[in-house]
C-alpha cells in the first residue's frame, strides 16, 4: 500500500456491483474520480484513489447482504488500501443500487479513520443527499452535481477551518438539522477544467483486458467531450445532476488530449462517456473534421445513447471517416403517446433514417427501448413495430429494459407522491440491482404483472435478433467469429462476451464455497 508523510485526500470507488445475469457492461475506469483528482492538484492538493475495480477487476466475490456480488476490491482489501495520512476521504456514489454496499464501506473506512472528513458525492449522492445524511451519520458533507469546484472548496474549507456552509452545492448536518447551500452554477469555462489525473488510476488493468464502456475489445480509453443535455426526460436523473447546460469542449483541445494518451498510453480505441454528445451539427463536424486531418490510428465510440436529431447522412459520413464505430441512439419507446408522456422529445421517423444511414456507412448501432409504467399493450405493440423497422434499417442491437425508478427523476418523484412507490430504504436500493437481471423482473406498470414483463423482454428481444440476422445473414456467422476470438465489434457480441465469462466465474466460485 502506498503511504505519505503529509495529509493527502484520498478518492475511492466501491467496487462494482452486479448479479449473475445482468446484461450491462460493468467495468470501466472511473473518470468522475480522475477528473476530480486532476482539479485537486491542479489546486496544489495532493491526491490519491483506491481504484477498487482497477486494482482488481478478475475478483468477483459474492455480498453479505444480498444475492448479488461485487468486482474488484474486497471491502477489508479498500479499507487498508487507503493511506494512512488521508484526513479527507471522497466517495463516489453514482448508482443508487450500490448505495448498501457503499453504506457499509463507509463504516468500515470510518472504524479505521474515526477523524477522516468524509465527503460523498456522485449522481446517487445528489439524488439522495438528505436519506444520506440522515441514516449514515459517519457522512460528514455532500457534494451534489459537477464536482470539481466543489471538492477544492470543500477540502479548502476543511484545512482553513473555514465555515462550510459558505461552500455552494454541498449538505452536511447542523446538529440534528440538514443544512443544505445553493446549488452552484456549472462550470461556465468547460475548456478550463484540468485533465483527469489518469497516472493514479491503475489504466493498464482495464487497458490490457479490453475493459471499457464501448463495444471493443482493445486499449480503451474514457473521454468526454461535452458534459450535460438540455433535454429533461422524466426517467432521467440529468436535470437535476447536470441541470439542461449543455457545453462542449473546443474540438481541437478534446484532440490535443486524445493525441497525448495515444502517445502515453498506447490508446486504441476511446469511449465517450458524453451524456449526449452530439447535439450541435456544427461541433460535431468540426470535430471530426479535424480528427480526420490529425490523423490518429484509432477509432472511437458513443456507448451512452445519444440524440440523433443533428445526425444527418453528411455526419454520418464525417463519424465513420473520422474513426467512430459504435453508436447508441436512445428512442425509449416507439409509442407516440410514452414519447411525450416522457418528455423525450423525438422524431421516430427522422431517428430511423440516421440510424439506416449510420448502418449504411458501416456503424454498429445499438438502439435502447424502455418499458414504461404507463404503457399499455398498444404502447408495446408501437414499440414492437418500431423495434422491427430498427432491425429492418440496419441495428445491430437492441436493449429493451424494464423502467427502473432512480431517485433524482421526476418520474420517481411522481410515483412516490402517487403512492405508487416505497419510501427510500436499503430494501429499495438493493431491489434496484436485480434491474439489469434477465432472470427477473420488477414491474412498476400496473398494466402488466411481472411474469408478462418479463415474456415481453424476452419476445421483443429475441424478435429482434431474429429479424435482424434474417434481414442480415453475414451477421450471425460475424458475429459468431468476433466471439469466438474475442474481438466483440458490437455490444451484444461483448454482453455475451461478459456474461458468459461471469456465469463460469460465478459457477466456480460457488463450487468452491461448497467445498467440504
Ligand atoms: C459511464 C457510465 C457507466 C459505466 C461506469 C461508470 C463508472 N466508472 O462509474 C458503466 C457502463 C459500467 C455504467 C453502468 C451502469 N450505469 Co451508468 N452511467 C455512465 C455515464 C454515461 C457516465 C458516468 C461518468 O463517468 N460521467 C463523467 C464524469 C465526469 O462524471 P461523474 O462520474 O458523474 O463525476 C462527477 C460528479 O458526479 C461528481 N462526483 C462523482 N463522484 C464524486 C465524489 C466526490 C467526493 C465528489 C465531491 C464529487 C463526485 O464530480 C465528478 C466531476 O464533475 C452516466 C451518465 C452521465 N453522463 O453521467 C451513467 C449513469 C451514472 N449510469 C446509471 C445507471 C443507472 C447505470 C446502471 C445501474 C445501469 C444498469 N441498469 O445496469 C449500471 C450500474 C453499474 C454498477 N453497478 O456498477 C445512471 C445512474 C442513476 C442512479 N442514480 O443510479 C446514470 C446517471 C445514467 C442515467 N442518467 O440514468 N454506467
Ligand atoms: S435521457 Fe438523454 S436526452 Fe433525456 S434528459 Fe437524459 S441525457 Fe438528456
Given at each position: 500500500m502506498k503511504q505519505f508523510d503529509k495529509p493527502i485526500v484520498s478518492l475511492v470507488k466501491a467496487p462494482a456491483l452486479t448479479n449473475a445475469?445482468?446484461?450491462?457492461?460493468?467495468?470501466?475506469?472511473?473518470?468522475?474520480?480522475?477528473?476530480?483528482?486532476?482539479?485537486?492538484?491542479?489546486?496544489?492538493?495532493?491526491?490519491?484513489?483506491?481504484?477498487?475495480?482497477?486494482?482488481?477487476?478478475?475478483?468477483?466475490?459474492?455480498?453479505?447482504?444480498?444475492?448479488?456480488?461485487?468486482?474488484?476490491?474486497?471491502?477489508?482489501?479498500?479499507?487498508?488500501?487507503?493511506?494512512?495520512?488521508?484526513?479527507?476521504?471522497?466517495?463516489?456514489?453514482?448508482?443508487?443500487?450500490?448505495?448498501?454496499?457503499?453504506?457499509?464501506?463507509?463504516?468500515?473506512?470510518?472504524?479505521?479513520?474515526?477523524?477522516?472528513?468524509?465527503?460523498?458525492?456522485?449522481?446517487?449522492?445528489?439524488?439522495?443527499?438528505?436519506?444520506?445524511?440522515?441514516?449514515?451519520?459517519?457522512?460528514?458533507?455532500?457534494?451534489?452535481?459537477?464536482?470539481?469546484?466543489?471538492?477544492?472548496?470543500?477540502?479548502?474549507?476543511?484545512?482553513?477551518?473555514?465555515?462550510?456552509?459558505?461552500?455552494?452545492?454541498?449538505?452536511?448536518?447542523?446538529?440534528?438539522?440538514?443544512?443544505?447551500?445553493?446549488?452552484?452554477?456549472?462550470?461556465?469555462?468547460?475548456?478550463?477544467?484540468?485533465?483527469?489525473?489518469?497516472?493514479?488510476?491503475?489504466?493498464?488493468?482495464?487497458?490490457?483486458?479490453?475493459?471499457?464502456?464501448g463495444s471493443m475489445h482493445a486499449r480503451n480509453m474514457p473521454l468526454m467531450a461535452t458534459r450535460g443535455c438540455p433535454f429533461q426526460c422524466t426517467f432521467c436523473s440529468s436535470p437535476l445532476m447536470w441541470t439542461t447546460k449543455w457545453s462542449a469542449r473546443k474540438a481541437s483541445l478534446v484532440i490535443d488530449e486524445m493525441e497525448a494518451y495515444v502517445k502515453e498510453y498506447n490508446v486504441e480505441n476511446f469511449d465517450l462517456y458524453d451524456l449526449t454528445a452530439i447535439i450541435q451539427k456544427d461541433w460535431i463536424v468540426e470535430f471530426a473534421n479535424q480528427l480526420i486531418r490529425r490523423n490518429l490510428p484509432i477509432t472511437y465510440q458513443l456507448p451512452s445513447g445519444t440524440r440523433s436529431e443533428a445526425i444527418d447522412e453528411e455526419v454520418v459520413d464525417l463519424l465513420y471517416r473520422s474513426g467512430c464505430r459504435n453508436m447508441n441512439y436512445a428512442p425509449e419507446s416507439g409509442s407516440p403517446d410514452t414519447l411525450k408522456a416522457i418528455k423525450k422529445k423525438v422524431k421516430l421517423p427522422r431517428l430511423l433514417n440516421s440510424l439506416q444511414a449510420a448502418s449504411k456507412r458501416g456503424l454498429s448501432v445499438m438502439v435502447n427501448i424502455i418499458l414504461f409504467p404507463r404503457d399499455t399493450r398498444a404502447d408495446l405493440l408501437n414499440t414492437f413495430k418500431f423495434m422491427v423497422k430498427c432491425a429492418f434499417y440496419g441495428a445491430d442491437d437492441i436493449t429493451f429494459v424494464p423502467f427502473v425508478p432512480y431517485p433524482g427523476t421526476e418520474l420517481h418523484a411522481e410515483m412516490v407522491a402517487a403512492g405508487r412507490l416505497p419510501p427510500l430504504s436499503e430494501a429499495y436500493f438493493i431491489g434496484l440491482l436485480t434491474h439489469s437481471d434477465i432472470s427477473r423482473v420488477t414491474s412498476h406498470n400496473p398494466n402488466l404483472s411481472e411474469r408478462q414483463v418479463h415474456y415481453f423482454r424476452l419476445l421483443f428481444l429475441g424478435s429482434f435478433y431474429i429479424l435482424s440476422y434474417l434481414f442480415r445473414p453475414y451477421r450471425a456467422f460475424s458475429s459468431l467469429i468476433h466471439i469466438l476470438r474475442n474481438k466483440p465489434r458490437t455490444k451484444g457480441e461483448k454482453t455475451f462476451i461478459q456474461l458468459a465469462r461471469r456465469i463460469i466465474k460465478i459457477n466456480a466460485l460457488s463450487s468452491a464455497l461448497h467445498k467440504p
Open positions: 445475469f445482468a446484461l450491462s457492461t460493468l467495468v470501466t475506469p472511473p473518470l468522475g474520480l480522475a477528473y476530480l483528482a486532476g482539479s485537486l492538484r491542479a489546486h496544489g492538493i495532493a491526491t490519491h484513489i483506491v481504484d477498487a475495480v482497477g486494482e482488481n477487476p478478475d475478483q468477483i466475490f459474492p455480498l453479505s447482504f444480498c444475492d448479488g456480488y461485487g468486482i474488484g476490491l474486497t471491502m477489508a482489501e479498500i479499507v487498508a488500501a487507503i493511506p494512512e495520512t488521508s484526513d479527507i476521504i471522497g466517495l463516489s456514489c453514482m448508482f443508487s443500487n450500490s448505495w448498501p454496499f457503499e453504506w457499509r464501506l463507509i463504516a468500515a473506512i470510518r472504524k479505521r479513520f474515526p477523524n477522516a472528513q468524509i465527503i460523498v458525492g456522485g449522481e446517487h449522492a445528489t439524488a439522495c443527499s438528505d436519506y444520506i445524511l440522515t441514516t449514515c451519520r459517519d457522512v460528514n458533507v455532500i457534494a451534489m452535481g459537477e464536482g470539481e469546484e466543489t471538492m477544492v472548496d470543500i477540502v479548502n474549507a476543511i484545512r482553513t477551518g473555514n465555515d462550510l456552509s459558505r461552500v455552494g452545492g454541498i449538505a452536511f448536518m447542523d446538529g440534528e438539522a440538514i443544512h443544505t447551500t445553493k446549488r452552484r452554477k456549472r462550470i461556465g469555462d468547460i475548456d478550463s477544467i484540468p485533465v483527469p489525473a489518469w497516472d493514479l488510476v491503475p489504466l493498464e488493468n482495464y487497458m490490457s483486458r479490453g475493459l471499457g464502456h
